[in-house]
């Protein structure tokens, strides 16, 4: 790396190369991020005042470079498809010409012109239920549709409501509005409960999501987002991969608490080998171990089952309880189905850190794209590292494509190169010194080729969660909160599996079930973007 002279700072002299020790370098970065800080503030009492402040020039485009190469567009193939040839014509209106039609004219067929419509209106139903009283004094009466459900609001409305709320975020009172001009005869109440109550099937269907997409994953993305709930700060966790995706919030984000979402809603305590192997690995204390061995293989089911087999065996410590707690819930996740080598793709959230971890290269790379370099030195220093990063990352696409031991070792060889290399810069070093520790989940993909690199879909998936957070803002009954998690997880599982969500809440709420149970789907492995029509009665 470059040795050249830092850039004098005011006031500060010139220091000899023999006397820049780490502790002066670290100081001379501390005086630049300091004279950073105060243009900072020089600029915006400048915007204040109505003045400009110091203009940011940008690199140019030209220059290339990861952030400036621009994506070259490619041409689209000539010609006009039919937009309409494969539409479903429910009306056929024959028109004739304006005009007389002339003795001896020869009729050439039709020129079809195709409108497409939607028919948007109140429809009432009365339902008159005969009565009856047989001689004997027994009543009859006559019974409603069952895809009534004993509520005043059919079907296709509930649906509506459903569709608008979760997938479009039309929020509560602007759908309540839209259903009054509409001379729907609804309250506020009313359309709140719609929304929140009664959707047993829906939650039945959205828990069994997770543990068929465990079942049948190699990998997970996880994810974790701010979810508000009674006026309280919670966490929104997103499990998932490109056959699934299931939301849970909860109050805390620890690592027992994502063991327990793994649980996939059972509440069993396992002693099992993975949960013995996980203890081992963490360092739990030998006599505890080897009495907890003894007792395996065995399962409490309850929370007040499994503190009262931690007050039989004395464990007490606050650290022993924590790792005790989680390897039996880790136990219970592998004995449910999960496979022990379940890869956890994460941005290096401690709570994620259980089964096989693997690090997502985008966040690993963010750290660098947050410095900035105080003088040319580290800004050169700075822009290298970076550079070889890409340059690994892109030998690692390279090497899922084509896995062979040879590249597996080179490209690790040229991570722990880059990792090892001190260039001065030391919030820089220190970000190096932090890959080189985390080099064996970020290199995951060199022992499992399938693994992505980075964390991408679960950012992307738990995105339409955050924004119907800042749309809604937050949640106040507990029934509330789990329907928003519900069809979350529900709405982005069926655009993974090429289902239409309307006709999905069409099916469920009309009791059709013509479209089979997502879990089936996973399981199957359907081809993603397979059509299943789905019509009225």
Not at 71 to 96: W, Y
Not at 252 to 279: D, M, Q, V, W
Not at 373 to 391: D, I
Not at 396 to 423: G, H, Q, V
């Amino acid at each position: 790396m470059s040795t050249e002279t830092p850039q004098k700072l005011p006031g500060i002299p010139d220091i000899p190369v023999d006397e820049r020790t780490p502790a002066v370098l670290r100081l001379l970065e501390l005086c630049h991020r300091q004279q950073e800080e105060l243009q900072a503030l020089r600029d915006e009492v400048a915007r204040l005042k109505g003045q400009k402040p110091k203009p940011v020039i940008r690199p140019s485009a030209l220059e290339g470079g990861r952030t400036g190469t621009k994506k070259v567009r490619r041409p689209k193939p000539r010609g006009k498809r039919s937009k309409t040839a494969g539409l479903d014509i429910h009306e056929s209106v024959m028109v004739q010409p304006a005009k007389t039609i002339p003795p001896n004219s020869r009729f050439k067929g039709y020129q079809d012109f195709v409108v497409q419509e939607l028919r948007m209106g109140v429809h009432n139903t009365r339902y008159r239920l005969e009565r009856w009283v047989t001689p004997e004094g027994v009543s009859l009466i006559g019974q409603l549709p069952v895809e009534i459900g004993g509520v005043h609001f059919g079907p296709q409305l509930r649906a509506f409501i459903l569709y608008q709320y979760h997938h479009a975020h039309v929020t509560q009172p602007l759908l309540l509005e839209q259903l009054q001009e509409w001379q729907i005869a609804i309250s506020a109440g009313q359309l709140s409960a719609l929304i929140t109550d009664g959707h047993g099937e829906f939650h039945r269907e959205k828990d069994a999501l997770l543990q068929a997409g465990l079942q049948r994953s190699r990998y997970v993305h996880v994810d974790d987002t701010g979810a508000r709930h009674q006026g309280k700060n919670g966490y929104c966790t997103h499990i998932g991969n490109e056959r699934f995706a299931w939301f849970a919030s909860t109050d805390s984000k620890s690592r027992i608490n994502f063991l327990e979402l793994l649980r996939a809603g059972h509440e069993a305590y396992t002693l099992n080998p993975a949960a013995l192997a996980y203890l081992a690995e963490h360092k739990l204390p030998c006599a505890q171990l080897q009495a907890l061995t003894a007792l395996a293989p065995a399962v409490w089911t309850g929370q007040t089952a499994w503190q009262a087999v931690l007050a039989q065996q004395a464990i007490t410590d606050p650290r022993h309880v924590r790792l005790v707690t989680e390897g039996a819930l880790l136990g219970t996740v592998v004995a449910r189905g999960a496979a022990p080598d379940l890869a956890i793709l994460s941005d290096d959230a401690g709570q994620f850190d259980v089964l096989t971890h693997a690090l997502c290269w985008i966040h690993a790379e963010r750290v660098l794209a947050k410095l900035l370099g105080f003088n040319e030195p580290q800004r050169q220093a700075l822009a290298s590292v970076r550079s070889e990063l890409w340059a690994i990352y892109d030998a690692l696409k390279a090497y899922k494509e084509a896995p062979d031991a040879l590249t597996a070792a080179a490209i690790e060889a040229r991570f722990e190169k880059l990792c090892a290399t001190r260039t001065g810069y030391a919030s820089l070093d220190r970000a190096l010194k932090r890959m080189r520790r985390n080099q064996e989940e970020l290199l995951r993909v060199l022992q499992r080729p399938e693994l992505p690199l980075h964390n991408n879909l679960s950012e992307s998936d738990i995105r339409d969660y955050v924004k119907k957070r800042k749309i809604s803002g937050s949640t106040r009954s507990e029934s509330g909160r789990r329907c928003r998690d519900t069809f979350a997880s529900l709405k982005k599982t069926c655009r993974k599996n090429g289902l239409s969500f309307w006709q999905y809440v069409q099916d469920r709420v009309f009791g059709w079930h013509r479209i089979a149970p997502l879990a089936q789907w996973i399981f199957e492995a359907t081809p993603t973007g397979a059509k299943v029509p789905v019509h009225g009665p």
